[in-house]
């Protein structure tokens, strides 16, 4: 009698332990599917600081890289900046350069655009910051974003963001 409840506990346990298995396989590998069809539009470096520039050497420029990490094209439908001293241009993979976009309402250049960036592609956005724009007055730290509006669920809204420290 000891054996065969012996036995007929180790094949429950095996059915037990067998189903979670699968069912953990299962689960791994809808989120993967899950993972591998959102679009999402991710950059290798999101923030960067210019450091000490002079107001008299002109304008710096800071080329960012996104790639498209997702299995669906995603649609970029507007790019613009937080201030009238920095534009945005786009260079997609093919090479094309799309803009200045700048800040809305403040003749800084277009913001709405019509882009798409296809899977395991790469986009540069450079970002072009005057730091004369301002006057002798816009001496100091300035902190500055580019916005890009997408479809992507993943990343709707990726932001670029740098600094300068601005002298005269």
Known sequence: ?????IITFAIIALIVFGGVFVFSQNSNDDAKTLTQSAS???AFEKDFDFGPISMKNGNVSKVF?????GVE???ISKVYTSCMCTVAKITDA????SGP?????HGGGISKADLEVAPGETIKVEAIFNPAAHGPSGVGLANRTIFIETNSSQTPKVELNFTA???N
């Open 101 to 105: 976009f700048g800040m809305p309402g």
């Open 65 to 69: 890289e996104l790639k498209n990490e």
């Open 1 to 5: 009698m000891k054996i065969k409840n």
């Open 40 to 42: 999402l539009l991710s």
């Open 165 to 167: 420290t601005v002298t």
């Open 94 to 97: 093919k090479g094309v350069v």
């Open 73 to 75: 094209p995603i649609a």
